[in-house]
């Protein structure tokens, strides 16, 4: 299986004056992200949701590298840094080209999804997260 990828343009909205991509769009581009994940692994987006399960972002961290601009190309790739028995987190990498411009980390945490409350995923969908973490997918943009 190939790391997920998600290619984007930066839109003119997400610029500040300075037309530079202001810092709270690069978590929209890993929350993008992380629904392409769940499409690759899961084989749709609201995979989860199919079991009675969701998950809720717990934590997030981005470290700003090079600034992005209006109308850049730029990937976003996603890996799993760490599955544990109740929370996924996942790993981003912003390139532009052959350049990194940014990296981040999201927290996830499994809930119920009626109730939000904490609990594992269920064993089929944490067979198909370890299957895709076991290919040690890389997160380049080659």
């Given at each position: 299986m190939?790391?997920?990828?998600m290619?984007l343009?930066?839109?003119?909205?997400?610029?500040?004056?300075?037309?530079?991509?202001?810092?709270?769009?690069?978590?929209?581009?890993?929350?993008?992200?992380?629904?392409?994940?769940?499409?690759a692994?899961?084989?749709?987006?609201?995979?989860?949701?199919d079991?009675?399960?969701?998950?809720?972002?717990a934590?997030?961290?981005?470290?700003?590298?090079?600034?992005?601009?209006?109308?850049?190309?730029?990937?976003?790739?996603v890996?799993i840094?760490?599955l544990?028995?109740?929370s996924?987190?996942?790993?981003?990498?912003?390139?532009?080209g052959e350049?990194?411009?940014a990296?981040?980390?999201?927290?996830y945490?499994?809930v119920?999804?009626?109730?939000?409350?904490?609990?594992?995923?269920?064993?089929e969908?944490?067979?198909?997260?370890?299957?895709?973490?076991?290919?040690?997918?890389?997160?380049?943009?080659a």
């Amino acid at each position: 299986m190939e790391p997920v990828r998600m290619p984007l343009r930066v839109r003119y909205h997400e610029c500040d004056p300075q037309g530079v991509v202001f810092n709270a769009n690069y978590l929209a581009y890993f929350d993008m992200a992380s629904f392409e994940f769940l499409t690759a692994v899961l084989g749709k987006s609201t995979g989860l949701n199919d079991f009675g399960v969701d998950f809720v972002v717990a934590e997030s961290n981005v470290r700003f590298l090079r600034a992005l601009r209006f109308e850049d190309e730029v990937v976003v790739s996603v890996r799993i840094g760490h599955l544990g028995n109740t929370s996924l987190v996942l790993e981003f990498e912003l390139w532009r080209g052959e350049e990194t411009v940014a990296t981040g980390t999201n927290r996830y945490v499994f809930v119920n999804a009626e109730t939000l409350t904490k609990q594992a995923p269920p064993e089929e969908i944490r067979a198909k997260l370890l299957e895709y973490q076991a290919l040690g997918a890389s997160p380049d943009p080659a």
